[in-house]
């Protein structure tokens, strides 16, 4: 993180009531409930949709309940740690660590803190005081895949990617495999920023995709960065996490969007009856955890009506994303033909599908 925002957090830390949120008002002691975000929350992007999340909590629970926040906390170094320990220090008893470097520090304080019930996103190490929860957001990616495929005539989809993790790469293959199905031609450039919030890095990293030959470009980082920078060059656009199409009303063609409110909602009554217990979530189409935004109007309806129908498919249970054949980009066999990936083996992915132009080491 750079030091404008480590500076940030560190006035959060020494003046606390103003990085939180005021407690609400009532005659009864509300349920504390904390949240850690790894960036701003600014107006679009991973935070904010965790922020409509835990807005939705309060509206459902009011006065019942104190969510408490505190944003742009760094995921290196002892700074996510320190916000965790001092969350639950301050008394709240359920505790959300919003980003996938938080994973360790959420387990450590979980340890000194067995009373405090804690739930963490997109990781994978669980304890008895500790969730998982993430979205399939691959389901999403596959959806656009389609709808890339068929409006690009470059036949190059350049993605923007934060870290080569497992989360990262189900979405990259996703939307290799999705648009190959209507495109063979297409390849899928990737361009790693080891960043999940750097919209300067972000930009540059959209710019060399499109200098490449891009004609569609679309990100598995934070920011609106790459959507408005597609809506300058007027090259075709994805956004992630939020709805973007504002950031590039022209040429964003939809958003894979995330809505954490009900998980939120539900953990929290749980905690509160004391019916909660450590268990791993994993939402997708069907449970309206992921969900397609609304789709730009230059999008043809015969597109439409696909992606409609494989997402009808994909709900139901009758396309899975990840069925083979499917190689690696050496030739090695990964799907065998009419074979499925289970859901260890996605949560495992560690590899490119042929098709994919970048390196994971």
């Known amino acids: 993180m750079n030091t404008s925002r480590r500076s940030l957090l560190q006035a959060s830390l020494a003046l606390p009531a103003a990085a939180m949120m005021p407690r609400h008002a009532g005659a009864a002691e509300p349920f504390k409930v904390g949240f850690i975000y790894v960036a701003p929350i600014g107006d679009a992007g991973w935070t904010f949709q965790h922020e409509l999340g835990r807005k939705a909590l309060v509206a459902s629970l009011g006065d019942a309940v104190s969510a408490d926040y505190v944003e742009n906390v760094p995921e290196e170094g002892a700074d996510a740690e320190r916000v965790i320990r001092k969350l639950a220090s301050d008394g709240h008893k359920l505790i959300f660590t919003t980003s996938f470097g938080f994973m360790e520090p959420t387990l ?9 019930k804690f ?29 890339a495929g068929r409006m690009t005539k470059s036949n190059v989809i350049g993605y923007v990617a934060a870290f080569p993790i497992p989360e990262v790469v189900q979405g990259i293959n996703a939307v290799l495999l999705a648009a190959r199905s209507v495109n063979p031609n297409v390849t899928v450039k990737v361009v790693f920023v080891s960043s999940w ?40 656009s994805f956004g992630y996490d ?26 929290t009554k749980e905690a509160m009856a004391g019916t909660w217990k ?48 499917i190689k690696d980009q050496g030739g090695a066999v990964k799907v065998a033909a009419g074979k499925s990936l289970d859901d260890g083996a996605i949560l495992g992915m560690d590899w490119f599908a042929d098709g994919v132009q970048g390196k994971l080491g």
């Open 119 to 147: 739930a963490h996103c997109t990781g994978y190490k669980r304890a008895p005081n500790v969730s998982t929860y993430s979205a399939r957001f691959y389901e999403g990616r596959y959806l656009t895949g389609l709808i």
């Open 278 to 325: 450590s268990t791993d979530t994993w939402g997708g189409l069907k449970s309206g955890m992921v969900a397609l935004g609304p789709l730009n109007k230059v999008v043809p309806d015969s597109v439409k009506a696909e992606v409609e129908a494989a997402q009808a498919k994909i709900e139901a249970g009758t396309l899975a994303p990840f069925t083979g054949p």
């Open 197 to 236: 919030f750097d919209p300067g890095k972000e930009r540059a990293a959209a710019d060399t995709l499109i200098s490449q030959g891009a004609d569609v470009v679309m990100h598995h980082t934070d920011s609106s960065a790459v959507v408005q920078g597609a809506e300058e060059k007027g090259v075709w």
């Open 108 to 116: 450590k304080v979980a340890k000194t803190f067995p009373k405090v």
């Open 242 to 267: 939020s709805d973007m199409l504002r950031f590039g009303p022209k040429t964003n063609l939809t958003s894979v969007t995330m809505h954490w409110g009900d998980y939120y909602i539900a953990q």
